[in-house]
C-alpha cells in the first residue's frame, strides 16, 4: 500500500469537496459539512465552527483515503479514478445514513441548526445529488492520484 498517496490525496478530495460545497453554496444550496463538524464540538455556528469543521473534514478525508488505499489493494485489486467513483458511491451511501442520525447526537441540531436529513435530503433532490456528486469527486481524486494497483 502507499498510506503516503492515499492520505494526499484524500486531503486534496475533502478539500475539493469543501470548494464544489462553497460554490454550491453562492449558488443558494446551504451545504455545509464544515459547519456541522465543527458545530460537534460545542462552538456556535460562525468563523471558529467553520475553521475546526474544516480541519475535521481534512483529517477525514485523509482518512478515507487510507481507507480507499487499503480497498484498491486488498479488496478491489485495482485502482484508478473510476474504481474511486465506485468506491465513493459505496462510502456516499453508508455515510449519507450516518447523516440522516445527525439530530441523535448533535448539540446544536434541531434547536439551533436545520437537520440535514439523510443524504441532505431536507436540502431538497438537489441537496442529495450534490452530496453524491461531491463524493464522486473524492472518490475519482482519490482514485486517480493513488493509481492503478
Same mark, same amino acid.
Given at each position: @500500500? /502507499?498510506? =503516503? /498517496?492515499?492520505?494526499? +490525496?484524500?486531503?486534496? =478530495?475533502?478539500?475539493? #469537496? ?17 459547519? #456541522? ?32 488505499? !487499503?480497498?484498491?489493494? /486488498?479488496?478491489? *485489486? ?6 474511486? @467513483? ?12 450516518? #447523516?440522516?442520525?445527525?439530530?441523535? +447526537?448533535?448539540?446544536? #441540531?434541531?434547536?439551533?441548526?436545520? *437537520?440535514? =436529513?439523510? !443524504? +441532505? ?5 438537489? =441537496? ?7 463524493? @464522486? ?13
Amino acid at each position: @500500500m /502507499r498510506p =503516503g /498517496r492515499a492520505i494526499l +490525496f484524500g486531503v486534496l =478530495g475533502a478539500a475539493a #469537496i469543501s470548494l464544489l460545497s462553497a460554490v454550491l453554496r453562492a449558488a443558494g444550496l446551504p451545504l455545509s459539512i464544515e459547519i #456541522i463538524l465543527g458545530t460537534l464540538t460545542g462552538l456556535p455556528p460562525g468563523g471558529a465552527a467553520f475553521g475546526i469543521g474544516l480541519a475535521i473534514h481534512l483529517a477525514m478525508g485523509a482518512m478515507f483515503g487510507l481507507v480507499y488505499g !487499503y480497498l484498491f489493494e /486488498r479488496v478491489w *485489486d485495482h485502482g484508478g479514478a473510476f474504481t474511486g @467513483m465506485l468506491t465513493a458511491t459505496v462510502h456516499a451511501a453508508l455515510i449519507g445514513i450516518a #447523516i440522516g442520525l445527525t439530530p441523535q +447526537f448533535h448539540p446544536l #441540531i434541531p434547536e439551533r441548526m436545520a *437537520d440535514p =436529513g439523510p !443524504y +441532505f435530503a431536507h436540502l431538497g433532490p438537489l =441537496g442529495v445529488i450534490a452530496f453524491f456528486v461531491a463524493h @464522486m469527486l473524492f472518490g475519482a481524486i482519490v482514485g486517480a492520484g493513488y493509481g492503478h494497483v
